[in-house]
């Protein structure tokens, strides 16, 4: 089994624009993020990227990137159009869809979702982390997945039937049950995202903008892995500030 690692990447982010480039402890966001993959040594990894400003950045930091066409609708389908242009023997087995918006997105986890592939039979599988303050619990923007943890599921990979922007599992009194936020990673078998992208858009996928949800309205299997918090993500110029306050 081989796997590599893609970051897809572009410049014409609609809540923040230009956020690749954004300065993070004293380089772009998209060249922190690309470090932390290769740090993981999980196999060799790329940037997907739209722009060709993207691609010079990575490759004067020493890594590789992939043009695609900057109008492609999602980092899935810029995933799948980059290596496929690679072909099969560079790109492996499974692909590992990181976000470029996590500039301290943990080595560890990437090395967890690898290490659990080789035992896996989902199409997909992603991470997720308890949510343990009642602003993420309510969020939105923080997605949760309908799935139960138990100590003794992990390290197992739990399937997951479906996610929300709403708090699901409803959980009643909600001091009393957990929910899992999801994190946007994915490992993708390679063909399993290749059939992914084909697939039109679905209802629930349209109605919660949640893009796994055609995945699994399509009869596809996603499952996913418990780690132990949420990454910050950059989607708004607070969440950058954020993030270059940790580096004070």
């Not at 592939?117 to 602003?135: K, N």
């Not at 599992?169 to 001091?175: E, H, I, K, Q």
Request: one cysteine or more.
């Amino acid at each position: 089994m081989s796997v590599s690692v893609w970051i897809p990447a572009r410049l014409a982010s609609e809540r923040l624009p230009r956020k690749m480039l954004a300065d993070i402890d004293g380089e772009p966001l998209i060249v922190r993020v690309w470090r932390q993959a290769e740090a993981a040594e999980v196999g060799p990894v790329y940037v997907a990227a739209a722009d060709t400003e993207i691609v010079d950045i990575i490759t004067r930091a020493g890594g590789r990137a992939i043009l695609t066409d900057p109008a492609l609708p999602s980092g899935s389908d810029r995933v799948c159009a980059a290596s496929e242009g690679l072909g099969a023997d560079l790109a492996g087995d499974w692909l590992i869809n990181l976000q470029g918006d996590m500039p301290y997105f943990p080595a560890a986890y990437l090395r967890r979702l690898a290490g659990a592939l080789d035992a896996s039979v989902s199409d997909a599988v992603t991470l997720c982390a308890p949510l343990t303050d009642e602003r993420s619990r309510v969020d939105p923007a923080v997605v949760k997945a309908a799935a139960i943890f138990t100590d003794d599921s992990d390290p197992a990979e739990v399937p997951v039937p479906y996610f929300s922007r709403a708090p699901v599992p409803w959980t009643g009194d909600p001091a009393d049950l957990p929910l899992w936020g999801h994190i946007g990673v994915y490992a993708w078998r390679r063909e399993s995202l290749r059939r992914f992208v084909e697939l039109p858009p679905s209802p629930l996928e349209t109605r919660e903008r949640l893009e796994q949800l055609r995945a699994l309205e399509a009869g596809m299997s996603i499952s996913a892995l418990l780690v132990d918090t949420m990454p910050d993500a950059i989607d708004t110029a607070e969440d950058l500030e954020r993030a270059r306050g940790l580096t004070r």
